[in-house]
């Protein structure tokens, strides 16, 4: 996974206590990461439909949705893609004791370990909102928080 995504996942929460659109350098400032390399990540987001675009003085970025619609997966594919983390090279019928192709009637052992895995993984972020972890920073660092975060945006 992406550095992106972090920063994505990060922006998106900090977008569900801003009061109206946030400009990427405003973004990029509040998380100390590079404004052209965050603005790449927005992009993506904005490709998705998770977030879109204001123009003018008042300008920024916004979410498209309640935060509770948007799950933690929509960002990570929106960033990274949906592509599955393992890909099969089809391995066991290569090789001096390779397996006759007539005879893989199922995905090996070890393919149906990692797309299981893939499935969890997708599951798990799949059951998290951005509704979710803002609460959860609520939760772990105090009500004002989100709120400091508000007020800083202006």
């Known amino acids: ?54 123009q003018g003085h008042a300008g920024g970025y916004a979410l498209t949705r309640d935060p509770a619609d948007i799950t933690v997966l929509d960002v990570v594919e929106a960033v990274d893609g949906a592509a599955p983390a393992f890909t099969c090279t089809g391995i066991r019928q290569r090789g001096p004791l390779a397996t006759p192709a007539e005879a893989c009637t199922l995905p090996c052992p070890v393919h149906r370990t990692m797309m299981a895995a893939d499935d969890a993984w997708r599951a798990s972020l799949r059951a998290v ?24 945006l202006g």
Request: charged residues 15%.
């Open 1 to 54: 996974m992406s550095g992106g995504v972090e920063w994505a996942v990060h922006c998106c929460v900090v977008l569900t206590a801003a009061r109206g659109p946030v400009p990427a350098a405003r973004l990029a400032e509040l998380h100390d990461v590079s404004g052209s390399y965050l603005a790449k990540q927005l992009q993506s987001l904005a490709r998705a439909g998770l977030i879109h675009s204001v």
């Open 129 to 152: 909102t951005i509704a979710d972890l803002a609460q959860m920073v609520t939760a772990d660092s105090g009500p004002s928080t989100l709120l400091t975060v508000r007020q800083w």
